[in-house]
């Protein structure tokens, strides 16, 4: 569960990106959010994964109280997230399986552990058969699919996936969203940050709008109708 | 899941990663052997330096004239007794014939000195020292001995002695700490160099929820294989060089003066100062450069 009250976040050259917002996603949730560039979407994302503190406002992930979390505890409430990025960011000098196994092991899995669960999870989004290929060899929507298999890999609480449509055609965009309504399906909660609003308007889920660093709208199985938010 | 710590795969991602990062790592090992080389080949002409010192000062002796009314059988009998003097390696014996000999035969042709009788000379010891620093104690000391009447040296060679080994001593440390400070600098930003183009993949590791720890084991190991293997290929290349300027210098006619200590005594100190020099800066310089692209 994710809960953000009253929220304000200002860098240091003065930009004031969120200005009290205020959000709660519960667990198996499925939420969009969706808003113009400069609005404070990333801001959001990067206060959930704890790359950035907040100014002001109590935030709380999966149990954590981010206001006063210590360092060492952060890399262990990132096991409870799976961050899925619009470029992919897989390491390319790594075969599909070897860049899951790196995701496990870098939270402590056993190779016994591991041995079981990359090939189900690479199941799960369909690469089953091209586990040992490297990522330049695949499509870009082949690509996002590792992406999506290693954020998946360590069975987080939550999916936060940032605009993992964005570098994909329209055909492959549906199947990745529809992969991550499946995974949803499967029990875990999911944030989509997206731009495209025939996709949002394609499904019928939660709609957080933000605009100005301001929650404008927030409606569940709302639509994304507001031309001016895109 | 608990964490848990499996060195064998840190090492074995730090052994495959210099291969999959094959030109960085062939640069950072190519600036381990150019810096343990330049610090090994100074500090091998300082050791010899040393040496040469150690030798000449060895040679450095002062004069204990013996009473003229002591016989001689009892003046070279106080050999034992001057040689109980602290700081006095050896003490040799001349009879005042022997000195008369040596004397004439050093001003030879000079008037002056020839035809002396043989009592203007005395009984006497050449005494050599083991630290030249401390003539002045040591002659006074000496002079102490019952049946010594007085006795003569050069304090100022003595002094110059001690000088020059200090200024040579203090430039020496003070050279070796500059280059190392500089190896180090430079080592630092060529791994630095090479993990740049890694930070995409150490920011992957942390989102995934890897610990610091985690992160850095592998470029530790890295590091230490890259300081190791640089500082074995330094020590070869170093031992060649050594020997073909000690070949080169022992060949050289003008220079014979200059004796070159054999390599092969020094070599396991050389090997061990090199491999400990290349594994600090080798892992020093990794966890050095990662610092940096730890703070996501």
């Known amino acids: 569960m994710i809960r953000l009250i009253d929220i304000q976040k200002s860098y240091d050259n003065g930009t004031k990106a969120l200005k009290g917002v205020n959000l709660r996603i519960d667990d198996g949730e499925f939420v969009f959010l969706v808003g113009p560039s400069g609005s404070g979407k990333s801001t959001i994302i990067k206060l959930i994964t704890a790359e950035i503190a907040p100014s002001g406002g109590r935030l709380m992930v999966n149990g954590y109280n981010l206001n006063n979390i210590r360092p060492r505890q952060v890399p262990y409430m990132r096991r409870t997230l799976g961050v899925i990025f619009q470029d992919f960011r897989l390491i390319e000098k790594k075969t599909v399986k070897e860049n899951l196994t790196f995701a496990m092991r870098a939270v402590g899995a056993s190779p016994r552990e591991i041995r079981k669960r990359v090939p189900y999870v690479l199941d799960l989004v369909g690469l089953d058969q091209k586990g040992d290929r490297m990522p330049s060899q695949l499509s870009g929507g082949e690509q996002q699919r590792v992406a999506i298999a290693r954020a998946l890999v360590n069975n987080p609480k939550m999916i936060i996936a940032d605009e993992p449509t964005g570098n994909l055609d329209p055909m492959r965009s549906l199947e990745i969203m529809m992969l991550l309504e499946r995974i949803n399906e499967l029990g875990t909660t999911l944030l989509v940050v997206t731009h495209e609003k025939e996709l949002v308007n394609r499904f019928s889920k939660r709609v957080v709008a933000i605009e100005n660093g301001r929650i404008i709208s927030d409606e569940t199985g709302g639509y994304y109708n507001n031309e001016t938010t895109i | ?296």
């Open chain 2, 1 to 296: 899941m608990r964490q848990r710590y499996d060195f064998g795969y840190f090492l074995s991602e730090g052994f495959h990663s210099i291969f999959t990062h094959g030109f960085m790592s062939f640069a950072a090992v190519c600036m381990i052997v150019c810096c343990l080389l330049i610090m090994g080949s100074f500090t091998l002409v300082a050791v010899n330096a040393e040496s040469m010192f150690s030798d000449l000062e060895a040679e450095n002796q002062f004069t204990a004239y013996i009473d003229e009314t002591i016989p001689q059988d009892e003046a070279r009998a106080l050999q034992d007794d001057i040689e109980a003097v602290p700081n006095v390696s050896r003490a040799e014996f001349v009879t005042k014939e022997q000195a008369q000999e040596d004397f004439e035969a050093r001003y030879e042709g000079n008037e002056l000195f020839e035809g002396l009788p043989a009592d203007t000379y005395r009984d006497r010891f050449h005494i050599y020292l083991d630290d030249i620093s401390l003539l002045a104690e040591t002659e006074a000391a000496v002079k102490e001995v019952a049946g010594v009447a007085d006795t003569q040296s050069a304090p100022e060679i003595a002094e110059g002695f001690t000088v020059i080994r200090n200024i040579a001593g203090a430039v020496a440390v003070i050279l070796v700490v500059i280059l190392l400070a500089v190896s180090l600098f430079i080592i630092a930003n060529t791994i630095k160099l090479a993990t740049f183009n890694r930070r995409e993949e150490i920011a992957i590791m942390k989102m995934c929820g890897a610990t610091n720890a985690f992160v850095r084991w592998p470029f530790v190991f890295e590091g230490l294989i890259l300081g190791l293997v640089g500082a074995v290929v330094a020590f070869f290349l170093q031992w060649g060089i050594y020997v073909l300027v000690g070949n080169a210098i022992s060949g050289e006619d003008t220079i014979s003066l200059i004796t070159v200590l054999p390599f092969q005594p020094m070599a396991l100190r050389v090997l061990g100062v090199f491999v400990l020099t290349g594994f600090v800066i080798g892992a020093g310089g990794s966890l050095a450069a990662i610092r940096k692209f730890l703070q996501v």
